[in-house]
């Protein structure tokens, strides 16, 4: 039989990711309730216009690390500063302490190194930066000034 210690916190779980739904669909309904609005709205402007032929625009969270060229700014610094290649996983470590940032937990490690590899992917399109070693892998890749 399981752990009624288990069970509870699955309950839990299970009625937090319902109330999230829950919260979710009513914000659907209220977006498509405003998109409505905005269609009919252009319509009376633009009856000649073809809404199914709109662009959708891409919704982007910004990082709440750092600000806006922040992130990579830091990276050509470190990289500066070490006058070597170094991996991801390093980078990330000494931005994270030029920032004053505590990655006390694996969930925060995670995350903050994953928009290091970002900016380290935007960099390198840039031309800021080059991968170095064979390394296809964006957790063992070594990075490097260009």
Request: positive net charge; aromatic residues 4%; without cysteine.
């Amino acid at each position: 039989m399981a752990e009624s210690h288990v069970v509870s916190g699955l309950v839990e779980k299970r009625s937090e990711i319902a109330g999230l739904i829950e919260f979710h669909r009513k914000e659907i309904g209220r977006l498509a309730g405003q998109m409505a609005h905005l269609d009919a709205t252009l319509k009376l402007f633009a009856s000649e216009i073809d809404l199914r032929t709109l662009r959708v625009k891409r919704h982007r969270t910004r990082n709440s690390y750092f600000r806006p060229g922040e992130g990579q700014r830091l990276l050509l610094d470190v990289l500066r500063v070490a006058g070597e290649a170094l991996p991801a996983h390093r980078i990330g470590n000494a931005m994270a302490t030029k920032i004053g940032l505590a990655l006390d937990t694996a969930d925060a490690e995670e995350t903050f190194l994953k928009t290091v590899r970002g900016i380290a992917r935007r960099a390198e399109k840039a031309g800021l930066v080059v991968p170095v070693g064979g390394a296809t892998d964006s957790w063992l890749m070594h990075w490097r000034l260009a």
